[in-house]
């Protein structure tokens, strides 16, 4: 018998479908053992050595692990193929191998890699076993120890600077830098008044109309900065004379995208799905368990020559004979981790439809994002969109040329799509057409506007932008991205309001007060290298232990200077201009709203000389109670101090949850009671009383 591990039961599952009785499919449910929560569990005086502890809800895993592996002939571990699925492989293995010792067994480990739960890929995978890879568990180690002592050094700073509770990590507080330093460029934004003139011409015989902005005025470029700028100009313009001068067309072609990679594949389901990368990620993991997406961690946009086969025999079937370039376009990967290097988000199979994927077991939310990765892939290997691209320059001569306006120049462009090519897959609405017009020819005036404008700040960062900044600059990897997100909404640092963040006033306090006392760390420059060297560690080109240690010395001495030397710092009150009701007229306390370890309360400015406190309901934006589909989301409390989610329409529907639900979740009533009962279970079992103690005689 075989023993073949993987670290999801979906995936085992799937995997026991494709293989024969001669094989035993159990899952690890993830990590088996990692450092311990309560203690920092790195010896920083044994170079760094980690000590790893079994997690105490796989108890039972490792039980069945260990008992189907001393019936084994060969032990296949199946894992996911990136840092953390080789590190799962390697703790599995190497907590197998000491029970199979003492049993005085030894049946042989192979590592099987496949970036796509198919059985022709998983058959091959197993006919082509390999060793662990112990590079990249090095690089997922190191990465690990690096976030620990990160975490468990500066998290006591911030206990006793700000406030107890908060914590810190190496590339989370670096991302939530970039949005409080957004938060800034907003608040000091000073904006500037500028004006457009735009007219509206119509050509003798048509319906049609078009619509120009005035560019220039006496030959120099035109930009009115207030509306006596625009005086003269608004003046001459209905009785103008408007002829056009220049024609130009030419055909502009597109090239279609490149297939996803991580990053873009969460950025695109942000634009276009409205969704969380957390959620896409929660997504795309069920697809690729289930077989119908390939592996969906990578920053490679490569396919293989099996997929480019069956991407041309599906668009030659489906398509007309133009739409079908000679050759099969191939896309340039950023990743410089060749070792780490595979295919780009695809189908496993391109004539599967997100359609036949909708009459199974998916979800609408998986047949969306099934149907975007499908459209994305298929389209990479389309031919390119053609437009017909028109530029029209128009001049305006003014019945009476005075000194402040002699001529005027207007400029308009539209396009028309000729050739939809990988288009046709992917459509972008972008048709702006012109009527037929020619050089030379008179127009005639319809109306204008004259509209006064202001600069705009920049935008706040959203799900796609804030993925696609972080990866402009390195921060992170792009299976790392989601849980970056996460962390620092869920600690309180950034509020997600609209689709966007904006950051709390602990997470402004936390950032500036991190700035100024470990401002190497929080440099981009300096993560994006520690990054950089995790991907050595994976290559082979750089020692682990080596890394951790050129980190940790100035990481250590910044600790103990901001532990010595920082003053202690206040987080910022929000005024709500409200009268204190538990003050007298005398003493004018104003309700303000503090942040607190679990979440916004209402407070009076003269605590604590006053003890009034008032909570403040939030709601979880977007999101409406997965098991009644009515209520909104709420946070509140638990008697312990802890956050938890809720259904607003309580005691109507008592669902509640310690994970905050994604836009979309569902949740059956037998599903919820199923729950409910094994909750009861677990509570039933941590009551119970010991049997009391004998009395001494």
């Known amino acids: 018998m075989q023993l073949l591990i993987v670290e999801s039961p979906t995936k085992a599952r799937k995997l026991s479908a494709y293989l024969g009785k001669e094989y035993e499919v159990l899952a690890s449910v993830g990590h088996v053992r990692d450092l311990p929560k309560s203690e920092m569990g790195v010896d920083i005086e044994a170079n760094f050595e980690p000590r790893y502890v079994v997690s105490t809800d796989k108890t039972k895993v490792l039980s069945d692990l260990k008992a189907q592996a001393a019936k084994a002939d060969a032990i296949i571990l199946a894992t996911d193929p990136d840092r953390e699925g080789e590190a799962i492989a390697w703790h599995v293995q190497e907590i197998l191998q000491e029970s199979l010792k003492k049993k005085k067994l030894s049946p042989s480990f192979q590592r099987a890699s496949f970036y796509e739960i198919t059985k022709p890929a998983v058959l091959a995978a197993i006919k082509n076993p390999v060793a662990v890879n112990m590079n990249l568990v090095d690089a997922q180690q190191a990465r690990r120890v690096v976030d620990r002592l990160v975490g468990y050094e500066v998290s006591p700073v911030l206990w006793r600077k700000i406030r107890r509770g908060l914590s810190a990590g190496r590339v989370q507080s670096v991302a939530l830098r970039l949005i409080v330093e957004r938060e800034k460029e907003i608040a000091a934004f000073k904006p500037e008044e500028y004006w457009e003139v735009d007219v509206e011409l119509a050509i003798a015989g048509q319906q049609q109309h078009i619509t120009a902005r005035v560019t220039e005025i006496n030959g120099k470029k035109y930009e009115p900065k207030t509306e006596p700028d625009t005086t003269a100009l608004v003046a001459a313009i209905p009785s103008g004379v408007y002829v056009v001068t220049e024609l130009e067309k030419k055909a502009r072609k597109t090239a279609s995208f490149p297939p996803f990679s991580t990053s873009t594949l969460q950025q695109a389901a942000a634009n276009r799905l409205g969704w969380s990368s957390k959620q896409t990620m929660r997504i795309a993991q069920q697809l690729y368990e289930e077989g119908l997406i390939t592996y969906h961690r990578t920053d490679s946009f490569n396919l293989s020559t099996q997929a480019l086969t069956m991407a041309r025999e599906y668009i030659g079937k489906n398509f007309e004979p133009a739409y079908l370039p000679p050759q099969p376009r191939v896309f340039s990967s950023k990743s410089k981790n060749a070792q780490e290097a595979h295919e780009a988000i695809r189908v496993t199979d391109a004539f599967k439809t997100a359609a036949e994927i909708a009459s199974g077991r998916m979800t609408e939310q998986h047949v969306k994002l099934y149907d975007l990765i499908w459209r994305r892939f298929l389209a990479s290997q389309m031919s390119e969109a053609i437009y017909d691209q028109t530029s029209v320059t128009i001049s305006l001569t003014p019945a009476q040329k005075t000194t402040a306006l002699s001529d005027a120049t207007l400029k308009t462009s539209g396009s028309i799509l000729r050739f939809p090519g990988w288009r046709s897959l992917l459509p972008a609405g972008d048709d702006t057409p012109l009527p037929s017009m020619s050089e030379k020819q008179g127009l005639d005036y319809q109306s204008h506007t004259a509209d006064q404008k202001f600069t705009q700040p920049p935008a706040r960062y959203n799900d796609a932008s804030l993925v696609k900044e972080l990866e402009k600059r390195g921060i992170g990897r792009p299976s790392t991205y989601a849980s970056i997100i996460s962390v620092i909404v869920d600690r309180g640092y950034v509020e997600r309001v609209t689709k966007r963040f904006f950051a709390s006033p602990i997470g402004m306090t936390v950032a500036d007060f991190l700035q100024q006392h470990f401002p190497v760390f929080m440099e981009y420059e300096f993560t994006a290298e520690m990054e950089e060297d995790l991907d050595r560690i994976a290559r082979g080109e750089k020692e682990w232990r080596k890394v951790v240690g050129t980190f940790y010395e100035p990481f250590h001495k910044r600790v103990v200077e901001a532990t010595d030397s920082a003053d202690r710092v206040q987080v910022p009150v929000e005024k709500t201009g409200e009268a204190c009701p538990d003050c007298g007229e005398k003493e004018h306390g104003e309700i303000v709203i503090r942040s607190g370890r ?88 941590f009551t119970k009383k010991k049997p009391a103690a004998k009395k001494k005689k």
């Open 598 to 685: 679990f979440g916004k309360f209402k407070s009076c400015s003269r605590f604590p000389e006053c003890k009034f406190t008032q909570n403040i309901v939030e709601k979880v934006e977007g999101v409406i109670c997965p098991l009644c589909q009515k209520g909104e989301v709420i946070v509140k409390n638990s008697r312990w101090g802890k956050s938890f989610f809720g259904c607003g329409t309580y005691p109507t529907c008592d669902w509640a949850s310690w994970k905050k639900p994604e836009v979309g979740e569902t949740m059956t009533k037998e599903d919820w009671a199923i729950q409910q009962a094994a909750r009861a279970e677990r509570r039933a079992k």
